[in-house]
């Protein structure tokens, strides 16, 4: 049985970058995935989604921009925007594996577990190391129903070789309004089913906001609704009504542990993932977590996987010396309009005893939405008694980079006085900055 330095469980953002520091260090590396080499994001998660999106905007902003003098007609063709993102999403393994062959790292393709506290098994094949990353990442929440293995989910999207002519969404959070919005753009019938709150992380009025322009594109919302069962194209509902279409479940992703046999190896867990300290360190010294399947402070989005998996490399080479930074998570729906958010909500700053004000500005008659003829941006900006921003939330054309400036000024704790001395090229979304605070 061969003995590695160190073994890594999976092969996206946070294995990529905890192998290539492992990699420099001289270690002698493994690394084992279940699927396809090169992780969710790029193969059939963000990267590919929004090359979709950009499609939806397109269409979106056409549309926004007619009673302009934006005149004709556009569409969009689901086979050839398919065609490309095969192309980008296919490629991904080949050059992951060509580039850790030529770091002398060894790969590994099956479904791996524990056999005891430093050994793993890969369909029978044996292999042990001194220490273990886990990056296995998350995996869909299955749709517990009679017929519920009917569903597709935002893992199978990408194989859809035709639109479908209705898509009933099942979810509430960034799939769902994401693949709605996808979906309806490209020229779908779309039914989004809610149960209970939309988007829980995201402030309420720019939730509220993004429903009401949901509806208004011809999304249908219904809420308080439950799927019961799937037979064939019929959808049956908690209140005995019934759609046809195609189902997508977008109930959310769950930890990818289940047939590790984590317990074998010492590893304690719970139903967020893989239980880990500041360091990313599991209940067995020698094994770290990092990514989505770790139970840290950080939501499961692809820049955070990657810093954990940095940090959990670095905390494996020198003993625990880097604990996970606290910095404010920014992130995005893709919706059309998209939303964005960094920092704390209203309700977090006030269940954390915080005093604030709260600054809202309607900014569709900014020159900036106006020329785009954008009339859902809005901002809420949430300033302590200190004068710095604690949270920033947005809705619009432009919050996706406007976020980035937010998260900017959390990060480096400037107050509303310094960003007020700063100079943006006009006219830009960055210039209307100052307004906002």
């Given at each position: ?161 035709h639109l479908p002519e209705h898509i009933l969404i099942v979810g509430a959070g960034y799939v769902a309004f994401e693949f709605a919005h996808i979906f309806r753009r490209f020229g779908s019938q779309v039914t989004l089913l809610i149960r209970s709150q939309a988007l829980k992380a995201f402030d309420r009025k720019v939730v509220n906001r993004l429903i009401d322009e949901s509806r208004r594109i011809g999304i ?218």
């Open positions: 049985m061969k003995r590695y330095d160190v073994i890594i469980i999976g092969s996206g953002s946070a294995a990529s970058q905890a192998a290539s520091i492992l990699s420099d260090a001289g270690k002698e590396i493994a690394i084992v995935e279940n699927w396809t080499f090169g992780g969710t994001c790029p193969q059939r998660g963000c990267d590919p989604k929004k090359m979709l999106v950009e499609g939806a905007d397109l269409i979106a902003r056409f549309k926004q921009m007619q009673p302009l003098g934006v005149n004709g007609s556009l569409t969009l063709d689901w086979s050839t925007f398919k065609q490309r993102i095969d192309e980008y999403r296919f490629s991904i393994p080949t050059s992951k594996t060509q580039h850790w062959n030529e770091l002398n790292i060894d790969l590994f393709q099956g479904e791996p577990h524990f056999v005891d506290a430093d050994s793993i098994q890969i369909d029978g094949h044996e292999i042990s190391a001194h220490q273990f990353l886990i990056a296995s990442g998350q995996t869909p929440r299955p749709l517990d129903i009679p017929g519920g293995e009917h569903a597709i989910t935002s893992d199978e999207v990408f194989d859809l070789d249908e919302i219904r809420h308080g609704v439950e799927p019961v069962r799937i037979d064939g194209d019929t959808l049956t509902l908690s209140d005995d009504s019934t759609l046809e279409g195609l189902v997508l479940n977008a109930t959310g992703r769950i930890p990818s542990i289940e047939r590790l046999h984590l317990d074998v190896g010492e590893v304690e867990t719970n139903q967020r993932g893989i239980i880990v300290n500041d360091f990313l360190q599991t209940s067995n010294p020698d094994i770290y977590a990092a990514g989505d399947v770790a139970d840290s402070r950080n939501p499961a989005l692809t820049p955070f996987a990657g810093q954990e998996g940095r940090i959990a490399a670095l905390n494996m080479l020198r003993g625990n010396t880097r604990p996970l930074p606290e910095r404010p998570a920014p992130t995005i729906v893709y919706a059309t309009p998209p939303i964005a958010k960094v920092g704390l909500t209203i309700e977090e700053a006030k269940a954390k005893g915080i005093e604030f004000d709260v600054r809202d500005h309607e900014m569709s008659h900014f020159l900036t939405y106006e020329r785009i003829h954008d009339e859902t941006a809005f901002s809420r900006i949430l300033i302590d008694a200190e004068g710095h921003v604690i949270g920033a939330h947005l809705i619009g054309q432009h919050a996706p980079e406007l976020i980035n400036l937010f998260s900017f000024i959390i990060q480096n704790n400037l107050s509303h006085q310094h960003v007020k001395h700063l100079e943006f090229a006009y006219p830009t979304a960055a210039s209307d900055l100052t307004y906002l605070i």
